[in-house]
């Protein structure tokens, strides 16, 4: 298989429930008619003609799904319209078939529940007659995005035309929550058009046609949708590495879990190919490497779960970032990690001086998210739902859109930037996709989507999520009319590794970014002009999304330190070569991965 060329664009939503009656039709058994969001709505429905290998579904649908969701914080819309017909499958399936659109959305597509316009999904779409094709997903915890297609067919022609179609496949892998799509010309040779984790709550999924007219009008989408089959999965495989970053000559211990979900799929080839110059030992079931790369040959893989394993050491004087790479034949790339960075630290103390904020996340466990910075009172923060994080050793993970804030003003912040008129915002983090975006807020001090006093986040709306966005306010704009100063920084800044992030602005308004250890560019001049006398002293302070509104970001947060001084870059790079993880009376050992 081939992996898709795609442009992406992320979105990002969350929930509301509703049901319409179900009966039966041809291999799928359910239909559901999602309830009216606009102010027009036609029934949909599905005609089957044929049977066996020759049944022919005729399925039409009005309105638009893959639609951000209304969340607890109040942002987006209410959830799906359309027609789906559908049938429920235990464990782990692959549905394919061939798509002929005539109008509208039109989809393969797996939904959390079939019934309910708010549920999780995953699917493969085709827009009008091949004016474009997507996988499109969205999640409960508040993530969702849509993944462009560039399709051609077999001799490399655009597919345009209804009387070509297009063949589709949706897989789900119950044991890993593992969700992928792929597109055909011909039915037989496949392409990955994207794969991703979804955290599913239950073994049960709704495998199904959705069509929707894609957009408010009392127009019916219309598809046809023929040879539909479900097939068991391949295998499929995830990376572990021991550590989230190494030092020359440093030997890391990697893993490849192989997940096998059915009897006929007992065979698998692995490829795997560590970092360019890295040499390989202690290949664990007879894998062997050429060229740089492993590759095991198993067989008589049982259900479930195999693991194969092998060291791999760095060089003495390696790259930047160590990249992986690697598939399973005939299935997805290996997931997992696949870039981590060089940090041949060399310790030593962070700086001190002016620290008004610092949160180390070093608590483990529990709802608290504790301020040890000695400046005042601590200001700790709270967080609102607690299934929508995990804490590892000395980070903290949010896997779903939350609010992690503030119980009241960020007064003592607030108070002590306007005084110095400076500010160095410092983070140590690790994005769970590089593809978030809007931007995506990592760390604010605001009240809303619009009203702030600084924000720095992922991504800058639409263009890229590998990059950073700082908004900062000064007197220059005092009533904050979303024209807050926005700078970001180059594409290719923020890769999905491990990452060093800091935004200076001295008293001379100005502004500079240093990403791990090196100044970056950003897009114009480093100036942000003006004072902090109108900052708002109401503003709370909040990680990872918004506050009272819905722009979260996914990832991990090892370190947050905010001065009310700029510091220099011999600052920067001292606090570089501490490193992110700190003695908090909590043994954090040589940056493992527990």
């Known amino acids: 298989m081939q992996k898709a060329v795609f442009g992406i664009g992320v979105l990002f939503g969350a929930i509301l429930l509703g049901t319409i009656p179900v009966h039966a039709q041809g291999v799928f058994d359910k239909t559901v008619d999602w309830p009216i969001i606009g102010s027009a709505h036609v029934e949909g429905s599905v005609v089957v003609t044929g049977s066996g290998a020759n049944t022919l579904y005729l399925v039409k649908g009005n309105g638009e ?29 692959s549905m394919q078939g061939r798509l002929y659109p005539f109008y509208g959305q039109c989809a393969l597509m797996i939904r959390e529940t079939g019934d309910d316009p708010t549920a999780n999904f995953y699917s493969v779409e085709m827009e ?12 409960r915890a508040g993530a969702s995005g849509n993944v462009r297609i560039q399709i051609f067919d077999a001799e490399g022609n655009p597919i345009q035309d209804e009387g070509d179609g297009l063949w589709f496949r949706v897989t789900r ?3 890993v929550d593992v969700f992928f799509g792929e597109y055909s010309p011909d039915g037989q040779n496949w392409f990955i058009a994207d794969s991703r984790v979804i955290r599913w709550p239950s073994d049960t999924a709704a495998f199904g046609i959705a069509v929707g007219s894609g957009g408010d009008n009392d127009a019916l989408g219309e598809v046809e949708v023929s040879s539909v089959a479900f097939v068991s999965t391949p295998p499929v ?9 190494y030092k020359g000559g440093e030997t890391l211990d990697v893993a490849v879990k192989v997940y096998v979900s059915g009897q006929d799929r007992s065979t698998a080839t692995v490829l795997e190919t560590p970092p360019s110059g890295w040499t390989a030992s202690e290949i664990s079931n007879g894998g062997t490497i050429a060229n740089g790369s492993i590759q095991w040959r198993l067989s008589n893989l049982p259900v479930g779960e195999t693991v194969v394993t092998y060291k791999t050491t760095a060089p003495a004087a ?23 960075p060089f940090l041949d630290l060399t310790g030593g103390d962070r700086l001190m001086d002016g620290l008004v904020l610092y949160y180390t996340f070093n608590e483990g466990e529990g709802l608290t998210v504790h301020d040890t910075s000695g400046f005042g009172e601590p200001m700790n923060l709270t967080i609102a739902d607690p299934t929508r994080i995990e804490w590892g050793p000395g980070y903290l993970e949010t896997t779903g859109v939350n609010h992690i804030e503030s119980s009241g003003p960020a007064t003592k912040l607030i108070n002590a930037c306007k005084a110095s008129d400076e500010i160095t915002i410092e983070a140590w983090l690790k994005t769970s996709d590089i593809r978030q975006n809007g931007t995506a807020r990592v760390i604010t001090c605001s009240i809303d989507a619009v009203d702030r006093n600084f924000t720095l986040g992922q991504g800058h709306y639409g263009s890229t999520g590998d990059r950073f966005e700082i908004r900062l306010r000064t007197d220059i704009d005092p009533n904050n009319l979303k024209l807050v100063t926005s700078l970001w920084s180059n594409e290719g800044t ?97 940056w493992e991965v527990f």
């Not at 009008?128 to 999640?139: D, F």
């Not at 495989?237 to 970053?245: D, E, G, T």
């Not at 598939?327 to 997992?336: A, M």
Request: proline share 3%; net charge negative.
């Open 173 to 175: 892998v119950e044991p």
């Open 128 to 139: 009008n007659v091949g004016e474009s094709a997507s996988a499109l997903y969205r999640t």
């Open 237 to 245: 495989a995830l990376r572990v590495i021991s550590q989230q970053s």
């Open 318 to 340: 390696p790259a930047d970032f160590a990249i992986w790479s690697g598939n399973v034949q005939e299935s997805v790339n290996i997931l997992g990690p696949t870039t981590l």
């Open 494 to 590: 923020l890769t999905e590794a491990l990452t060093h992030v800091v935004f200076v602005r001295n008293d001379l308004w100005e502004l500079y970014a240093y990403v791990n250890n090196e100044l970056v560019g950003l897009n114009a001049d480093p100036v942000v002009n003006g004072s902090f006398a109108s900052w708002d002293d109401t503003f709370k302070f909040g990680l990872a999304n918004e506050v009272s509104a819905d722009r979260g970001w996914l990832g991990q947060l090892h370190l947050v330190a905010l001065y009310n001084r700029a510091l220099s870059a011999q600052e920067v790079s001292q606090n570089y070569n501490a490193g992110p993880f700190v003695d908090d009376d909590v043994v954090v050992s040589n």
């Open 65 to 93: 799904f893959g639609v951000r969701i209304e969340t607890d914080y109040g942002y987006g819309l209410a959830g799906d319209e359309g027609f789906f017909v559908y049938t429920d499958k235990t464990g782990s399936w």
